[in-house]
């Protein structure tokens, strides 16, 4: 995998060996990297190239502050035509204006994971609009499992969002792009709290968030490159599954970790996180095979909204 960073401390952090050996960027190396370079690092001839021991990846784009969210970067090159290579990694350090899903702010902290991938199919996949949000919900959860002394497994509450217990640690974004009935691009976007646990003003919907320093025993930091190194395995393990066998399998994965089904559960508008209109209460039954909600009581599934477990709040009415 080569490997372009602005920071060899940044670099030795995420690959404490593989990156040892660098030298600078030739813009003459590949041209066709020189757009995706400039707009993840700057100028390419400040940037630092070297490789990485990765299986499966073949470009990993680490920087020390995006002043834009790298998935929106990557995104906007691949909708103007831009040759984005397959199996390619971004991971900022730190960033400004960088937001989770329906554009909300999302707090971009040193210590924590913000990453944004892409992968080129370049082939039919089944329910390729939801296939993609459940490939990194899960390969976000799978990358957790495991981690010496985590003393909770992760879930996913619907649609997105990671949690430990009832805090949230991490949430998961996808796009992509179609040509005919065929997937040509597909970007996702992760963030996961490590180190550090953002301020954020609780909502009814994310009462609380957490990081996974909180729920290691005696709090030792989890380490930032070991963590990047499972994420990476869990992505591109899942993704292989997906061409092979379809999503379903992932579905089925995405439904046992579901934190909110069987709950009673509200579920709202999204027009504001303060003052929802509610859409229905009830028992969470199943989640559907495209992320649709089926709630007891409501005659039709529920394909969109917010979700909180528990009953409205006492002011809120029935929508």
Not at 108 to 130: C, D, K, Q, T, Y
Not at 204 to 213: A, E, K
Not at 231 to 252: D, K, S, T, V
Not at 266 to 273: G, Y
Request: net charge negative; charged share 20%.
């Amino acid at each position: 995998m080569i490997t372009f960073s602005d920071s060899i401390e940044f670099a030795a952090q995420i690959l404490p060996v593989e990156f040892a050996a660098h030298r600078a960027f030739s813009p003459a190396c590949d041209h066709d990297l020189m757009p995706i370079i400039a707009a993840l690092l700057g100028d390419p001839r400040d940037v630092l190239v070297g490789t990485a021991a990765i299986p499966a990846w073949t470009h990993l784009f680490l920087t020390t502050h995006s002043a834009r969210s790298q998935c929106d970067q990557l995104i906007e090159l691949s909708r103007t035509g831009h040759h984005l290579p397959d199996h390619a990694a971004c991971l900022a350090r730190t960033g400004s204006s960088f937001h989770g899903f329906k554009g909300r702010p999302w707090s971009a902290a040193p210590g924590n994971i913000h990453l944004a991938a892409h992968f080129s199919p370049g082939r039919v996949i089944e329910r390729f609009e939801v296939a993609f949000t459940i490939l990194a919900a899960v390969s976000a959860a799978e990358a957790i499992d495991g981690l010496p002394g985590l003393t909770r497994r992760p879930d996913i509450r619907w649609v997105n969002d990671i949690v430990l217990g009832d805090a949230k640690v991490g949430g998961v974004l996808a796009y992509t792009q179609t040509q005919g009935q065929t997937v040509t691009s597909a970007v996702l976007g992760i963030g996961l709290n490590v180190e550090v646990t953002p301020v954020v003003e609780p909502t009814p919907f994310v009462p609380s968030v957490t990081c996974l320093r909180e729920f290691i025993v005696g709090g030792k930091d989890a380490s930032l490159g070991v963590l990047v190194g499972r994420l990476l395995a869990a992505l591109a393990r899942n993704y292989g599954l997906l061409l092979q066998e379809g999503y379903r399998p992932l579905l089925e994965r995405y439904r046992q970790r579901s934190s909110v089904t069987d709950k009673l559960c509200t579920i709202c508008t999204e027009e504001s996180d303060h003052d929802p209109s509610v859409i229905a209460v009830g028992r969470l039954a199943a989640i559907g095979d495209g992320l649709e909600l089926y709630v007891d009581g409501c005659r039709r599934p529920i394909t969109r909204g917010r979700l909180l477990i528990g009953p409205p709040p006492a002011h809120q009415a029935l929508h």
